[in-house]
Each structure stands twice: as structure tokens, then as C-alpha cells.
């Protein structure tokens, strides 16, 4: 603060400036990265980015049985849970030093 208790500008804006440019880089760290989820010991496994977009479902053949595809349905969705959680803890991890610890709170341009 500078005297008579008024913040400095210039430097809230340098800090500003200086957290956008750390926020996009982890967005583009996010874009690249992939996580995999999987369920039943790996009978079923999906692949989700960073941003949170799947990319691929595999099961393997063991998994399917014509007899009981609630079990499958079940496994998948699983999967896709279990690769939801990877993305919202990596998106902690690349977001967190970026924000500074501000949680959800939401600033226009960031």
C-alpha cells in the first residue's frame, strides 16, 4: 500500500496481468493432458483430456456378457466417474498455483 493507505495500482494490475498469463498456461497444459478412468480392475476404461472431453471407451472382452449388461452399463459409468475425479485433480493441481488459492471465486478475463 502506498501512504494514506491506498493500494498501488500499477502493481495490482502487474499481478493481475501476471495471473492470467498463469491461468492460461495451465488451460493449455489442461487442453493437452490426458487422464484415464477405469472400473472393474480395468475391464472398462475411459480416456478424458484435461478439459474434460472423453476420448475413448475401451472394455475389454472379458467385461461383456450378454446375459448381464446392467454390470457393463454400471462399469462404464464408473469409469467415467472415476476419470472425472482425475480431471478435477488435475485441474486443481495445474490451477491452484495459477489462482492463488482463490477457489472458485470468478474473475471476468480469467
Known sequence: MRPGGQ????QIMKQAQKMQQQVAQAQAELAEAEVT???GGGLVTVVVT???????????PKAVDAEDVETLEDLVLAAIHNG?????????Q???PATGGLGGLSLPGF
Open 7 to 10: 493500494p498501488n495500482m500499477q
Open 37 to 39: 478412468g477405469t472400473a
Open 50 to 60: 484435461g478439459l474434460g472431453e472423453f476420448k475413448s471407451i475401451k472394455i475389454d
Open 84 to 92: 472425472s475425479e482425475a480431471v478435477r485433480e488435475l485441474t486443481e
Open 94 to 96: 495445474k490451477m491452484g
